[in-house]
């Protein structure tokens, strides 16, 4: 991290940058100065759940949790955060475009603090990591980017797991950290993580109840125009019109409009094959 910075959109063209890593805006080492920046627990708390359909992204938070992290930790020089448990995607956010190397390596490896930590559910610390012997690949690139110490913390929530890791140019200054404020940002983040996880399943819920709402009017006429045709009941109608969807595959709701276009008009022979 000493040395002249690239900005992010030259590292993205570049590739350093793994798709989906959220990182901090003008790319600034969040707390590197005067070791870090204290705020009041509030602001933090504030900062970290802003009621808006952006902050909702997981991207957001993560990088919300990662500047807030590095803020208020005593001579934390940057932070970087990840989800897992959400689906296939992995979201993750670093404070400074120099330490996506540093999370990008273990998501990769599947070896480091990161995934220690996940694995298994308690704080993960790499005091010097100049005398650090185990995962030797997180090692090789955090000395590169002149981090010599780290700790990651997991918080688990319902199937969730956040991670907040700390970085540090000086070794053992981290050691209190999991006891710190860092901890309970972390725990703030993965609860609204997981309501956020809940707000967006319910909206997909209330999405498909609509879409059945509104689909039902024209399944309904579709339902009488096979009753009318084959003098069928209502069970027997639906049933034809779902084996028509099934075989043609086709949304129910297309079939019943094609039905119902065609006042059942030309359709009597297919309809009684199918009804057999």
């Known amino acids: 991290m000493e040395g002249p910075l690239r900005d992010t959109a030259a590292r993205e063209a570049a590739g350093e940058l793994p798709a989906g890593l959220a990182v901090s805006a003008g790319g600034e080492r969040a707390g590197a100065r005067g070791g870090g920046v204290h705020m009041p627990e509030n602001a933090h708390l504030r900062r970290l759940g802003p009621e808006s359909p952006e902050s909702s992204l997981p991207g957001r938070r993560l990088f919300e949790l990662s500047e807030?992290?590095?803020?208020?930790?005593?001579?934390?020089?940057?932070?970087?955060?990840?989800?897992?448990?959400?689906?296939?995607?992995?979201?993750?956010?670093?404070?400074?475009?120099?330490?996506?190397?540093?999370?990008?390596?273990?998501?990769?490896?599947?070896?480091?603090?990161?995934?220690?930590?996940?694995?298994?559910?308690?704080?993960?610390?790499?005091?010097?990591?100049?005398?650090?012997?185990?995962?030797?690949?997180?090692?090789?690139?955090?000395?590169?980017?002149?981090?010599?110490?780290?700790?990651?913390?997991?918080?688990?929530?319902?199937?969730?797991?956040?991670?907040?890791?700390?970085?540090?140019?000086?070794?053992?200054?981290?050691?209190?950290?999991?006891?710190?404020?860092?901890?309970?940002?972390?725990?703030?983040?993965?609860?609204?993580?997981?309501?956020?996880?809940?707000?967006?399943?319910?909206?997909?819920e209330l999405d498909q109840m609509g879409t059945a709402l509104r689909s039902r009017p024209v399944v309904d006429q579709a339902c009488g125009i096979v009753m009318h045709v084959l003098g069928c009941d209502a069970d027997a109608a639906f049933g034809i019109l779902r084996r028509v969807s099934q075989g043609t595959h086709r949304k129910l709701t297309d079939v019943a409009s094609a039905v119902v276009d065609k006042r059942g008009r030309g359709l009597e022979r297919e309809l009684a094959l199918l009804s057999g």
């Open 68 to 204: 807030e992290a590095a803020r208020c930790t005593s001579a934390c020089c940057g932070a970087s955060s990840t989800v897992t448990g959400g689906g296939g995607e992995r979201p993750a956010a670093v404070t400074h475009p120099d330490l996506a190397g540093l999370v990008s390596v273990q998501l990769r490896s599947g070896d480091g603090p990161i995934p220690a930590a996940v694995r298994g559910g308690e704080p993960v610390d790499a005091a010097d990591l100049l005398r650090e012997d185990r995962w030797p690949e997180y090692r090789a690139v955090a000395l590169n980017a002149g981090v010599r110490s780290s700790v990651t913390l997991p918080f688990r929530r319902s199937g969730l797991t956040v991670t907040l890791s700390l970085y540090s140019f000086r070794p053992g200054t981290l050691r209190d950290a999991p006891h710190g404020p860092a901890r309970t940002l972390g725990d703030l983040a993965a609860a609204c993580l997981l309501r956020d996880r809940s707000y967006r399943a319910a909206l997909t």
